[in-house]
């Protein structure tokens, strides 16, 4: 099977909508990425794919090779910088137009869930990052059944769970924490997005969606609590024009002063060559970032190391 | 194996036989199949010899007979409006129910709410009425009401324990959505206001089929300004056009934030392609508003209050009375006496 040389699969997983998972999943294989680890990414998001657009490799198609579709690469692995390859695989990269409305039933859900999960060759991956819509529906049903039945013991290593800090997204968060319970995924821990947003002009930091939903929901649960990350509208110039975050002097996430660009830098071109990955280094939120993916990567790997110890 | 890179369904055969999924079949269909969902299947030409003959044939064939119970149940309502978005996050439940609360802000008219979000129903608590449960009586459900001219119904309801999960497959989905069109005593109302999951799938058909015959005035769809989002409700518009579901008009939630401490204006999510008053432009469908982030709109969803009560002055309460006025316009109401100007 394609998943057979990928060491560790990570879920990404939240009950709502628009929290982020998506962007998460990004900075997650980024980082892990820039850990020296090589990472893919599956989107099952089928009729919202948003990965393709995160990378800017829209117009990329996947290739089809004897046995299987071949992912998309975003970068090659560089020994000498120490970044892993990365490569994705979404549905996004299948349509005719961007703009195609995939208006599917659950069956046809299902099978497409399978396929990914069985005709994708991924080759040698250390992490792959499943990307999953919202809901707790027939993706979800059917990426936990395939992947009770397809893969092997301790490679599953389980879920990151995304929500923003205000009720009404934990309300249906908790559902997804309740899903992972009934179906035995495991929680790795949880991500609180969209907490906070730094004014840009005064520094001052405004809670937009309320503030500490996420650590009280894991608590709550008894799950690890990852990190709260906070708004950077700079991230998202990143993704979507690919201009090279910059920040105004003095600017602070979580406590922590971020480098801001001399002037000649903030003049440049905004179509800068550098990979996104290299530039991602200048986000604020690559440092938020690298802890966390350290905190998940030594949750996996050290559950792996006992799951061996154990047989 | 290799994977297949077959054609999807089309959506207009989707859209034509929306409640059937295709039998299992035996073997692969012959050339001039007539569709194994169709009408014909099972008794064309082409079928004679094919080994998935009696398959089609025994399939269940025709409209749902539902429908007409349905059309019934809901010939009271004047007006239903579906609330879109192929975006997950961007305010439809945020917007279903402040639209409801500025509707219902009219003694003289009756709003409903119906959640068909099954896995993550936010109605409810937005609405402050979590804790509620569905009564039922002879004639079919109640709805919850939340005031004397409001009412709600939401699978939330349902359950034994708040946080617990709905996992479930498409066809139960469906026949939840079903159950609360059909069995719902509704009774005479002004509005029925349908919030919707994100995505094009299920519920979404369901409710564009079930609804069909009623008739739909049409859908209002949500977005927030940056391309990623964008690029998900486009696909939600091309849904809407093929499945001839008229869009009422396109806001734009979460435009611009202004600081608390400096007032000073930031694009928190910016609209690098122009945001929804470019797309609206470019496909040529209403733009109906664009309303701030205000972290207030979010605190009182939280707890369940109008924001229109709590804080009346703030200006993202003045565009979103605009933007309630613009849907009044777009339905054809009279645009005094929709929101009242106090």
């Known amino acids: ?311 | 194996m290799a994977p297949s890179l077959e054609e999807s369904d089309r959506i207009e055969d989707v859209l034509a036989v929306p409640l059937k999924n295709a039998p299992t079949l035996v073997a692969p269909e012959p050339e001039h199949c007539p569709g194994p969902e169709t009408e014909t299947a099972g008794k064309a030409d082409s079928c004679a010899g094919c080994p998935n003959q009696e398959i089609c044939a025994s399939a269940p064939k025709g409209p749902d007979p539902d429908i007409p119970l349905i059309t019934a149940r809901l010939s009271g309502i004047k007006h239903k409006v579906l609330i879109l978005s192929g975006k997950g996050g961007v305010g439809k439940s945020t917007f279903t129910s402040l639209l409801a609360h500025a509707f219902a802000s009219n003694p003289e008219k009756t709003v409903g709410i119906m959640d068909t979000d099954i896995c993550g129903p936010s109605i409810p608590k937005m609405m402050g009425v979590e804790n509620e449960t569905i009564h039922t009586y002879a004639g079919g459900w109640s709805p919850v009401w939340v005031l004397d001219n409001l009412g709600v119904m939401s699978i939330q309801f349902m359950l034994p324990n708040k946080d617990d999960a709905i996992i479930w497959r498409g066809p139960k989905k469906n026949g939840l959505i079903k159950q609360f069109l059909k069995d719902v005593e509704w009774g005479e109302m002004d509005f029925l206001l349908v919030d919707t999951p994100p995505g094009t799938s299920d519920e979404h058909l369901s409710v564009n089929s079930f609804l069909k015959e009623s008739g739909v005035d049409g859908a209002v769809m949500l977005t927030t300004p940056q391309e990623v989002a964008l690029l998900d409700v486009r696909k939600e518009i091309d849904f809407c056009r093929k499945a001839g579901i008229k869009i009422l008009g396109i806001v734009e939630n979460m435009s611009g934030f202004v600081c608390p401490k400096c007032t000073h204006e930031s694009q928190i999510f910016e609209a690098t392609t122009g945001g929804a008053r470019a797309l609206a432009k470019e496909i040529n469908i209403p733009f109906l508003g664009a309303v701030p982030l205000d972290p207030r709109i979010g605190m009182a969803s939280d707890y369940g209050e109008s924001f229109f009560d709590s804080w009346p002055d703030s200006p993202a309460c003045k565009a979103l009375k605009g933007v309630v006025n613009r849907v009044g316009e777009e339905l054809g109401l009279e645009s005094d006496g929709i929101v009242p100007e106090d």
Not at chain 1, 83 to 111: H, N, Q, Y
Not at chain 1, 134 to 143: A, V
Not at chain 1, 261 to 287: H, I, M, N, Q
Request: with cysteine.
């Open chain 1, 1 to 311: 099977m394609s998943l057979d040389k990928v060491k560790h699969i990570v879920l990404v997983l939240s009950g709502k909508g628009g929290v982020g998972k998506s962007s998460i999943t990004t900075q997650l294989a980024l980082s892990l990425s820039l850990a020296g680890k090589s990472v893919g990414i599956l989107d099952i998001d089928l009729t919202g794919p948003s990965i393709p657009r995160l990378f800017g490799i829209e117009s990329a198609k996947v290739t089809q090779a004897p046995g299987g579709w071949i992912p998309v690469p975003v970068h090659p692995a560089n020994a000498d910088a120490n970044i892993g390859a990365l490569s994705c695989m979404s549905l996004g990269f299948l349509l005719r137009e961007r703009g195609d409305a995939v208006v599917w039933r659950g069956p046809k859900k299902t099978a497409m869930v399978r396929q990914f999960l069985t005709d994708v060759l991924w080759g040698e991956l250390e992490y792959l990052l499943i990307d999953t819509p919202p809901g707790t529906s027939d993706e979800h049903i059917s990426l936990a059944e395939t992947l009770l039945k397809n893969a092997f013991p301790g490679q599953v290593a389980g879920a990151v769970v995304v929500t923003t800090p205000q009720a009404v997204a934990t309300a249906d968060v908790k559902k997804e924490l309740n899903f992972c319970v009934k179906t035995g995924i495991k929680v790795i821990g949880v991500v609180e997005n969209m907490s906070g947003f730094v004014c840009p002009n005064c520094s001052e930091c405004t809670n937009v969606f309320s503030k500490g939903g996420g650590k009280a929901m894991a608590q709550e649960f008894g799950v690890r609590f990852l990190d709260s990350v906070p708004i950077d509208p700079q991230f998202v110039m990143l993704v979507e024009t690919g201009r090279k975050p910059v920040y105004p002097v003095g600017t602070q996430v979580n406590g922590v002063v971020i480098r801001s660009a001399s002037p000649e830098e903030r003049d440049k071109d905004e179509k800068d060559p550098a990979l996104l990955v290299e530039k991602y280094l200048d986000c604020s939120l690559a440092r938020t970032f690298k802890g966390i993916t350290a905190n998940v990567m030594s949750v996996v790997e050290r559950d792996v190391t006992a799951t061996a110890v154990a047989a």
